[in-house]
């Protein structure tokens, strides 16, 4: 059975920005720590656009959270349950390090579901969504994302 966090309706915001520098950061120590490309992390929060203290309502029973938009479905998974039990809906809408270091772990583990000759695009793919319209969908927009950043860095493509 899904399991869906109960956020009272009042609680939804846009939250509040948070600085690039600050993202970057926070960035640099989640990828690290889950041996992730920064950029692609990067290029993840480029397309979710989430704030620091975002909660949004989808049109289903979850909900979006913080910089990183973390679907509340993902408090159903074995590695949330094991390794953030601590953390409720509302800390991880409002702190952006632990927000950040999830979505790395998320990505991490997509990775890790790849079968022998996969590509790592398509690990990115489910980051967002299992379901092939959504997940092609946004793999168009994160590539953009993802040019943008290895050409203005100098990395990723061979930019002459």
């Not at 939804?12 to 970057?24: C, D, F, K, L, R």
């Not at 704030?51 to 979006?64: A, F, I, L, R």
């Not at 039990?85 to 927000?99: E, F, G, H, P, Y």
């Amino acid at each position: 059975m899904a399991y869906y966090v109960d956020i009272p309706q009042q609680y939804e915001t846009a939250g509040h920005p948070i600085s690039q520098v600050q993202i970057e950061k926070y960035v640099d120590a989640a990828a690290l720590k889950h041996h992730i490309d920064k950029y692609l992390l990067l290029a993840i929060l480029d397309v979710e656009h989430g704030n620091e203290g975002m909660v949004k309502k989808n049109n289903g029973q979850s909900w979006d959270l913080g910089v990183a938009q973390i679907n509340t479905i993902q408090f159903n998974e074995v590695f949330f349950k094991q390794e953030y039990q601590d953390v409720n809906w509302m800390k991880l809408a409002n702190n952006t390090s632990l927000n950040i270091d999830v979505a790395a772990r998320i990505l991490e583990l997509r990775i890790s579901e790849l079968k022998t000759g996969e590509s790592i695009i398509n690990a990115v793919g489910h980051y967002h969504s299992k379901t092939p319209s959504h997940k092609m969908k946004y793999l168009q927009t994160l590539m953009h994302k993802y040019y943008q950043r290895a050409k203005k860095s100098g990395t990723g493509f061979n930019l002459k």
